[in-house]
């Protein structure tokens, strides 16, 4: 049986990226949200593979007000009448927050 090798390694890639995301933000998990937002935005710019120099990064990086941006256009959802979310993957899933046993307590 012979494996597909290109799934396996772009999943084990992705993982490895967001894995040291995770860590990053582990690690100054003490930042407000805004400056972690940031922090994200300037690890992914620095690990690619021709970074800019320092001062055109700063220049490139979104400033606040562009976050806030990002923030309002994100939550901005379609309202629905019968109050089920308005696009998919945006609801609650049972299953994210309960463990299905075959056990009562």
Known sequence: MVKNI??????????????????????HRGLPLMHRI???FWWCYMHTENPLPPAEIIR???????????????SQGSKREDGA????GTGIVWEEFHMPT???C
Do not use: C, Q, W
């Not at 490139?60 to 994100?74: Q, R, S, W």
């Not at 979310?85 to 998919?88: H, M, T, V």
């Open 60 to 74: 490139a990086m979104p400033t606040d007000d562009d976050v806030d941006g990002l923030f309002a256009a994100a």
């Open 102 to 104: 075959n056990y009562r």
């Open 85 to 88: 979310p308005g696009e998919y």
């Open 38 to 40: 940031k922090a994200i």
């Open 6 to 27: 290109l799934t396996l390694t772009t999943n084990n890639a992705v993982e490895s990226v967001n894995a040291r995301l995770r860590d990053m933000l582990r690690h």
